[in-house]
């Protein structure tokens, strides 16, 4: 028998023999009391903060397991702290379990409230009068009441924010505060009030004569099918229209009957093409000069109207083109949040609304790093406004009156309002705890959180409804397994062990959980799932239903395998399945059998969003990637984004826009400026890491000769280093795309290797590609190089086993052994 088997024997052995002393203590908030000692279902203690305190005033010398009965056990600003303050540590493996009774259902800790059914009332004209007119008159019958501050549990508020606020939860769904427009509503039957053309791009030359501002739709005239449009403010003592005519020109001239523009005219711009975004050329010999530019469509899209103009980048106020805003003038400020800048990242601001000037200034700085800022042509909503109350899952609380104000569904069995601010439970720096079989909801914060702490575990526990995270972990040789996400403010699971200045693995694995619908408060760059630092694995885990990224990894020696993403970037574009980027120090990475598919992204009008596959960002570097499949993206289906000494091999890239897309980025992208975003070098020294000596310079040699610093990194001779040098893409199938291979940049002739890689005329040969079955027949062209490796697609996904499992078999072989020895 080998010796790590003899070895494996020997401990069971001996936990075997331990199980025996164990002690066990019972909870249970219904007939339980805290005078009780605890030690039986008969006597046992009433709170689960008794149960913890009861083996805190001693060293845990024998497993301690904490069983708790079915049943709500509220946590309102508590928490469950297990510390190495609090509990003295043990050598014993894993000495405390938090876990239900056998053979009942979960127990609930809950940081809500449950509001009664019988507390909600009717809106009435006098008990409501503060918020009764502004209500719309039409939808006062569906609003229901609800007097917070007379309910029997204590009801806190605090002050509204963008985030981490008290939210409404009815039949465990979560209600929206009331926003215009509504959640999710389109409508593309016409154009918004007006449009605003925007100023050339080229500020070289001077637009002449100026035609920008805001333009007025005549509905009643149409050319070529288009509405028509004519400037709000005449031009040199003439009004500009814009139209299309049937010869598809785009034209902006002063006729108002359609017609190609004559010399009598005056000073004109047209072209030709489909659709309405982009530049309209001068036409020089008319006197017009310089190319003003068209936006997209300004119609409602997915609960969003657009920004008209913003002048200045970095400013703080837009012009808006929506006359709903013009009725919110009455109010200091306005909740809003939108895309200010780019179409990943979202930002909730408070914005004063001048009517006179159809103005919008927000009251702080968008954005950050690369992305400051504001530009035309974004979308963006407002929100918290009781005058917007109306439509079902809505709802608007009046803080100083504290009152609920609801839209409710006909038929309701229960309602929740989320209080606490606090964890459900901490633990910090403490070693050997297991929680199973709980379940956690309803925080405005975030739920769970491990500082500094070994040998955890997570297991079949759900989480659901809270304002921030599910789990924040930090530690090492741990594991979060079989666990159900849904309905989170935030990440599901942010998972960091392992230390970077040593390479020191941290042995942590993020293994077989489902998410759906996290990130629903905060989804910039927010991924439902995220392994970071050194030495992890992230397994057999489910996304779907995700507003951003699916899964992110920010590490080195990380593998991210087995996993699976459906419909993700729901809300987002330029965002990824699975996601890192911008640190040469995330080296070492395996990305292997993966398959993430079926995604469309935010779906921007004018096709201008995408979502991507995999997504290597912005130098990123030394990842293996092999054996994935990508399919069904409305984007690409890998982005290789100048990273260096990438492996990229035997993966099906199937029906994306773009199979692959790369370039050559890094030179105009990196910063020289001391420690900000995309300055490399010093990112990695920010990160603990030492190139030059070991264990860096021997693990990853090649960093070692990068120049010292950035000034030098930037002379012409040493910018290779940010092309994609040592990069080899060969073996892959691509199939049924519009674009298979996208080389922006010249980044082709920078790669070491591109080769035996198929293309949309080269028939793979699936057997079932419509159901999601990507295995070939041996007549695919793909077996022709001789390259192709199996994909084991039946190991791929939640609850699936792969290799690795044969260590587990072992495992339960050696418990058979030790049985059968007692």
Same mark, same amino acid.
């Given at each position: ?5 003899m ?5 069971l052995i001996?936990l075997?023999?331990?199980s ?5 203590i019972?909870v249970?908030n ?6 009780n000692?605890?030690?039986?279902k008969?006597?046992?203690?009433e709170?689960?903060q ?7 005033s ?9 069983? #708790?009965?079915?049943?709500?056990y509220p ?8 510390t ?7 050598? #014993?493996?894993r000495?405390?379990?938090i ?6 259902n ?10 009664? #059914?019988?507390?909600f ?5 006098e ?5 009764y ?6 939808k ?7 007097d917070?501050d ?10 509204f924010e963008a ?9 465990d769904?979560?209600f ?8 999710e ?6 154009q918004?009030e007006?449009i605003f ?5 080229d ?24 509405t ?13 229209y814009?139209?299309k005519n049937d010869?598809s020109?785009?034209?902006l001239s002063t ?13 004109y ?5 489909t659709?309405?975004?982009?530049e309209?050329?001068a036409?020089e ?8 530019v068209?936006q997209?469509?300004?119609?409602i899209?997915r609960?969003?109207m657009?920004?008209a103009?913003a ?16 009725e919110?003038?009455?109010y ?7 895309y200010?800048?780019i179409?990943?990242?979202d930002q ?5 609304i ?8 927000v009251?702080r ?12 042509g974004m979308p963006?909503?407002?929100f918290?406004l ?8 809505e ?5 100083e ?27 910090h ?9 709980? #379940?956690?909801?309803y ?8 500082y500094?702490?070994?040998n955890?575990?997570v297991?079949?526990c ?9 789990i ?7 594991t ?5 996400f ?6 599901a699971?942010?998972m960091?062990?392992g ?8 042995e942590?694995?993020l ?10 408060v905060s ?9 970071a ?11 779907e ?8 990894h920010n590490g080195a ?7 699976e ?5 729901t809300?987002a574009?330029?965002c990824?399945?699975l ?30 969003s995408f979502v991507?596959?995999?997504y ?5 570097s ?5 054996q994935n ?9 890998i982005?290789?984004?100048?990273g260096?000494s990438?492996?990229i091999?035997?993966n099906?890239?199937?029906k994306?826009?773009?199979?692959y897309?790369?370039?050559?980025r890094?030179?105009r ?5 001391p420690?900000? =975003?995309y300055?490399l070098?010093?990112?990695?020294v920010n990160?603990?890491v030492?190139?030059?000596?070991s264990?860096w ?11 010292k610093?950035s000034?030098?990194l930037m002379?012409?001779?040493n910018?290779h280093?940010?092309?994609m ?8 199938? =691509?199939?049924?795309?519009k674009?298979?291979?996208v ?6 002739k920078?790669?070491?290797r591109?080769?035996?890689n198929?293309?949309?005329s080269?028939d793979?040969?699936f ?14 062209e ?5 390259c192709?490796e ?7 996904g ?9 260590v587990l078999?072992?495992f339960?072989?050696v ?8």
């Amino acid at each position: 028998m080998p010796q790590d088997i003899m070895n494996l024997k020997f401990v069971l052995i001996v936990l075997l023999i331990v199980s025996t002393f164990s002690r066990d203590i019972y909870v249970d908030n219904t007939s339980g009391s805290d005078q009780n000692p605890g030690d039986s279902k008969i006597y046992p203690f009433e709170s689960i903060q008794k149960a913890i305190s009861s083996i805190a005033s001693s060293e845990i010398i024998e497993p301690v397991t904490i069983y #708790i009965k079915s049943g709500y056990y509220p946590f309102v600003n508590n928490s469950i702290d297990i510390t190495k303050w609090s509990i003295k540590n043990s050598t #014993i493996p894993r000495p405390i379990t938090i876990t239900k009774y056998p053979n009942e259902n979960p127990p609930v800790i809950t940081g809500g409230v449950k509001i009664p #059914i019988s507390s909600f009332r009717s809106l009435n004209s006098e008990t409501d009068k503060a918020q009764y007119e502004k209500i719309q008159s039409s939808k006062r019958n569906s609003i229901k009441v609800c007097d917070l501050d007379k309910l029997y549990d204590r009801i806190d508020l605090g002050i509204f924010e963008a985030d981490s606020n008290a939210e409404i939860y009815v039949d465990d769904k979560r209600f929206r505060v009331a926003r215009y427009p509504n959640y999710e509503y389109t409508d593309t039957s016409h154009q918004t009030e007006r449009i605003f053309i925007l100023p050339p791009t080229d500020t070289s030359v001077q637009l002449t004569p100026n035609v920008t501002g805001y333009y007025i739709p005549r509905t009643e005239v149409l050319c070529g099918n288009e509405t028509t449009f004519k400037s709000e403010q005449s031009v040199n003592g003439k009004y500009y229209y814009l139209y299309k005519n049937d010869s598809s020109y785009w034209t902006l001239s002063t006729r108002f009957d359609c017609g190609v523009p004559t010399q009598s005219d005056g000073a004109y711009f047209t072209i030709k093409r489909t659709a309405m975004a982009g530049e309209v050329k001068a036409v020089e010999e008319s006197g017009a000069k310089g190319n003003p530019v068209l936006q997209q469509p300004n119609y409602i899209y997915r609960g969003n109207m657009w920004t008209a103009y913003a002048p200045d980048k970095l400013g703080r106020t837009f012009y808006y083109s929506n006359d709903k805003l013009g009725e919110y003038t009455k109010y200091d400020s306005v909740w809003m949040r939108g895309y200010w800048l780019i179409f990943s990242q979202d930002q909730a601001v408070k914005g004063t609304i001048d009517k006179n000037k159809r103005t919008v200034t927000v009251d702080r700085a968008l954005g950050g790093g690369d992305f400051e800022g504001m530009i035309s042509g974004m979308p963006f909503y407002i929100f918290n406004l009781i005058e917007e109350l109306d439509e079902e899952g809505e709802y608007y609380i009046d803080y100083e009156e504290k009152k609920l104000y609801i839209y409710l569904p006909a038929i309701v069995d229960k309602v929740w309002i989320s209080q606490t601010t606090s964890l459900l439970v901490n633990v910090h720096t403490f070693n050997n705890l297991t929680i199973q079989n709980i #379940i956690f909801e309803y925080t405005r914060k975030t739920m769970m959180s491990f500082y500094l702490s070994n040998n955890i575990l997570v297991k079949n526990c759900t989480f659901r409804h809270s304002g921030l995270m599910g789990i924040y972990f930090s530690g090492n040789q741990s594991t979060i397994t079989h666990n159900i996400f849904y309905d989170m403010g935030s990440e599901a699971v942010y998972m960091r062990c392992g230390n970077f200045t040593t390479l020191y693995r941290g042995e942590c694995y993020l293994t077989h959980n489902y998410a759906n619908t996290t990130s629903q408060v905060s989804f910039t760059f927010v991924p439902a799932f995220s392994i970071a630092f050194v030495g992890n694995y992230m397994k057999h885990n489910y996304v779907e239903n995700n507003p951003h990224l699916g899964y992110a990894h920010n590490g080195a020696y990380l593998e991210i395998s087995y996993n699976e993403a459906k419909n993700i970037c729901t809300r987002a574009s330029d965002c990824g399945a699975l996601y890192s980027g911008t640190h040469w120090e995330y080296s070492g990475n395996v990305i292997k059998r993966n398959f993430f598919h079926d995604s469309t992204g935010f779906g921007q009008p004018g096709g201008g969003s995408f979502v991507i596959g995999i997504y290597l960002d912005d130098n990123l570097s030394k990842q293996r990637v092999y054996q994935n499949v990508v399919s069904n993206f409305v984007g690409r289906c890998i982005e290789h984004g100048s990273g260096r000494s990438n492996l990229i091999y035997n993966n099906i890239f199937y029906k994306c826009n773009d199979g692959y897309t790369g370039d050559s980025r890094g030179p105009r992208r990196y910063h020289t400026t001391p420690n900000v =975003f995309y300055n490399l070098l010093d990112t990695m020294v920010n990160d603990g890491v030492d190139r030059y000596t070991s264990p860096w310079k021997d693990q990853f040699p090649e960093w070692a000769l990068l120049p010292k610093t950035s000034e030098e990194l930037m002379k012409e001779e040493n910018l290779h280093w940010l092309y994609m040098e040592n990069s080899e893409i060969y073996c892959n199938v =691509f199939y049924n795309h519009k674009k298979d291979y996208v080389f922006t940049e010249q980044c082709d002739k920078y790669m070491k290797r591109w080769e035996m890689n198929t293309n949309s005329s080269q028939d793979p040969m699936f057997y079932d590609v419509d159901n999601n079955d990507f295995k070939m027949r041996k007549e695919g062209e793909i077996y022709k190089y001789n390259c192709w490796e199996e994909i084991p697609y039946e190991n791929i996904g939640i609850n699936k086993r792969d290799n690795a499992y044969s260590v587990l078999t072992e495992f339960l072989t050696v418990i058979c052994l030790v049985v059968f020895l007692f």
